[in-house]
T-cell receptor, first 113, second 111 residues
């Protein structure tokens, strides 16, 4: 398996609280992605990063922010969690934009009550 | 909106049979990829086919791409119970190499 971990793996939180999910890679890949997976929607891209401090929005970025201060870490923050953000969150990495085979982390199951 | 859509949504077969699932997309692409997801796990990359390729093989997997019809198919031959999983296609959108995923096909292989 590619060296990619996510923390925490499970989290239950209350509406309105901030939440940060962490993705850590040991592959030195340039690109990192955050997806959410919901029944009936497949995987939807939230944000991605193409280098340290270089990020861009995906199709469902509202309510989420990201940061990447080091190559190996990509953080996803829900500033004020809502029940609609209950989901399974996956981090992925790829070597480059052109060689875009992605390696996925194990996922974080987030429940917002 | 989804760039790629898999069909069928669900497929149930017996071990030893072949499984075929399809992916249709809307705009021109650079690459198309297929991934597998076992229950409760992350996605695993299976195969990538470039827009100038028509067919690719990897073990028991065969992928075809028809850019004129904007469609791809994934064939799993001699399926096994261990092939039970969801299968996703991922496409980029011409000018961007960022892959976007369909909703997936759920495959059940009965032993």
């Amino acid at each position: 398996d590619a060296g990619i971990t996510q923390s925490p793996r499970h989290k239950v939180t209350e509406t309105g609280t901030p939440v940060t999910l962490r993705c850590h890679q040991t592959e030195n890949h340039r690109y990192m992605y955050w997806y959410r997976q919901d029944p009936g929607h497949g995987l939807r891209l939230i944000h991605y990063s193409y280098g340290v401090k270089d990020t861009d929005k995906g199709e469902v970025s509202d309510g989420y922010s990201v940061s990447r201060s080091k190559t190996e870490d990509f953080l996803l923050t829900l500033e004020s969690a809502t029940s609609s953000q209950t989901s399974v969150y996956f981090c992925a990495i790829s070597e480059s934009g052109l060689i875009n085979e992605q390696f996925f982390g194990p996922g974080t199951r987030l429940t917002v009550l | 909106s989804q760039q790629g859509e898999e069909d069928p949504q669900a497929l149930s077969i017996q071990e030893g049979e072949n499984a075929t699932m399809n992916c249709s997309y809307k705009t021109s692409i650079n690459n198309l990829q297929w991934y597998r997801q076992n229950s409760g796990r992350g996605l695993v990359h299976l195969i990538l086919i470039r827009s100038n390729e028509r067919e690719k093989h990897s073990g028991r997997l065969r992928v075809t791409l028809d850019t004129s019809k904007k469609s791809s198919s994934l064939l799993i031959t001699a399926s096994r119970a261990a092939d039970t999983a969801s299968y996703f296609c991922a496409t980029d959108r011409g000018g961007s190499y960022i892959p976007t995923f369909g909703r997936g096909t759920s495959l059940i292989v009965h032993p």
